[in-house]
């Protein structure tokens, strides 16, 4: 599962060297999927400090302990704060510009690879994976292998602490109850596509995953499931562990 990102195809990347470079604040990144009309992600956003995180997201830091895995750590907003707070953060980004944006900011431990080919033998005590980091895995059917990968990297007692939405409230109609075509892919199963400016990037899957079902799949590889705390738009925080 190599994957590379040619610059042209780095969104994320170069947006954030272009607003480290020219800080723009009202700079965009624009969002297709093929569920819901085309959104604006603001570039500011990806550089926020603790303060302007959202509370799932400040809930989840303040839930971290000993060595550190920021898995898809975009700009190191993230991991800089963990930092700062004396953990030892590992910052993994597939994006190559996304790690010069972190190199600049001084996040001091960076590796630029896809959490699926993790090229080390280190494990972590917190495997940390926010703004629906578990999108990563793109569809159900991958999920024994995102478990797998946990199992090698995650040292014993450790923990993965993660957020998620559940998206069946797009599908609500007005008297409240819900169509799904249970026929067709799981309605948490999404394709994006960004473009910043005049780079376009390419399309790609991202998985949004319920509670329940994450649960399911955790205990069917051995994992403990805990939703910690759940957010305003049908999002939540979970802990997912090993028992001893």
Not at 45 to 66: I, N, S, T, V, W
Not at 137 to 143: A, E, F, I, M, R
Not at 212 to 233: D, I, M, R, S, T
Request: hydrophobic content about 40%; charged content about 25%.
């Amino acid at each position: 599962m190599k994957d590379k990102i040619i610059p042209q195809h780095d969104i994320i990347g170069q947006a954030g060297m272009d607003f480290m470079a020219n800080g723009k604040p009202d700079s965009s990144i624009r969002v297709w999927s093929d569920i819901a009309e085309t959104d604006i992600l603001p570039v500011h956003y990806l550089f926020r400090d603790f303060h302007q995180m959202p509370e799932l997201e400040q809930k989840a830091l303040m839930l971290c302990r000993g060595k550190v895995l920021d898995v898809g750590a975009g700009m190191g907003s993230h991991a800089l704060y963990l930092q700062n707070k004396h953990f030892d953060v590992t910052a993994l980004e597939l994006s190559p510009l996304a790690c010069e944006v972190m190199k600049t900011r001084d996040v001091k431990h960076i590796v630029n690879a896809n959490f699926f080919d993790f090229p080390t033998e280190e494990q972590f005590d917190t495997i940390l994976m926010l703004m629906n980091g578990i999108g990563i895995v793109g569809s159900v059917d991958k999920l024994q292998g995102y478990f797998q990968v946990l199992k090698k990297i995650l040292k014993p007692g450790g923990q993965v602490l993660l957020d998620s939405s559940d998206l069946r409230y797009l599908f609500l109609n007005d008297d409240g109850s819900i169509l799904l075509n249970l026929n067709d892919k799981y309605y948490g199963e999404v394709v994006y596509k960004m473009s910043y400016g005049s780079f376009s990037g390419k399309k790609f899957p991202w998985l949004f995953i319920d509670d329940e079902l994450l649960g399911y799949y955790a205990h069917q590889n051995g994992f403990e499931f805990e939703k910690v705390a759940e957010g305003p738009h049908f999002d939540y925080l979970a802990r997912l562990f090993i028992p001893l």
